[in-house]
């Protein structure tokens, strides 16, 4: 069965600083990958999503970026974080078809606290 | 205009009762709905999918009315663990969105002894 971990499940941070989140997906293979932010109380806002190895697509402006170094891993990052970039980052798959009723699958999530 | 709408709720139910919410959409293109449930500070979970003619999974019924553009949730004899905020998901429908989805910001469901 296939299974997605995100890492880490919390995690509090100054302004300025740098980001790493990371997503991995096991038993599947070529999935669609996908970023959420949600703020609180709040629907979930596409960040970027991935169709491939390399292959990111942006869907707002930010000054997040992700990246997919492998098959199943993809890779949400800043520079230098705002506190607007507080939320729960919400990584999710889904299998690799252009149409139907393909839903996604949503890992754990990380609790971003900017201070 | 938001392209998935739900009315935030909170929707108040006694144990064993029924509840019942709708969800609208505005791109008509949409091939794909689903329902998920949100619990406080965790993921959505995939709670069914939701077909044309309408399907049922235990206590859950969902309805998909097209030309209207309105999907719906019914829960029956609801649970205390039916509390969540259930999310309403429609696909983008154009050609260049496939595998996207846009979520509703969610129904808040209140299950009270």
């Known amino acids: 069965s296939q299974t997605i971990h995100q890492w880490p499940a919390t995690l509090v941070q100054p302004v300025g600083s740098p980001l790493s989140l990371e997503c991995t997906v096991e038993?599947?293979?070529?999935?669609?990958l996908y970023w959420y932010r949600q703020a609180a109380g709040r629907g979930l806002q596409l960040l970027f999503y991935?169709?491939?190895?390399?292959?990111i697509s942006s869907e707002v402006p930010q000054n997040l970026s992700a990246s997919r170094p492998q098959d199943r891993q993809f890779i949400l990052s800043s520079k230098k974080l705002l506190l607007s970039d507080s939320g729960f980052y919400l990584c999710?798959?889904?299998?690799?078809?252009?149409?139907?009723?393909?839903?996604?699958?949503f890992g754990d999530g990380t609790r971003l606290s900017i201070l | 205009r938001k392209e998935v709408e739900q009315d935030p709720g909170p929707f108040n139910v006694p144990e064993g009762a029924t509840v019942a919410f709708n969800c609208t959409y505005s791109n008509s293109a949409s091939q794909s709905f689903f329902w998920y449930r949100q619990d406080c500070r965790k993921e959505p979970k995939l709670l069914m999918s939701v077909y044309s003619s309408g399907n049922e999974d235990g206590r859950f019924t969902a309805q998909l009315n097209r030309a209207s553009q309105y999907i719906s949730l019914l829960i029956r004899d609801s649970k205390l663990s039916d509390s969540a905020t259930y999310l309403c998901?429609?696909?983008?429908?154009?050609?260049?969105?496939?595998?996207?989805?846009?979520f509703g910001a969610g129904t808040q469901v209140v299950v009270t002894p």
């Open positions: 991935s169709v491939g190895i390399g292959q």
């Open positions: 998901v429609v696909n983008g429908g154009r050609a260049d969105s496939w595998g996207k989805l846009q």
């Open positions: 038993g599947t293979s070529n999935p669609n």
């Open positions: 999710a798959w889904s299998v690799p078809l252009r149409t139907g009723n393909q839903p996604q699958h």
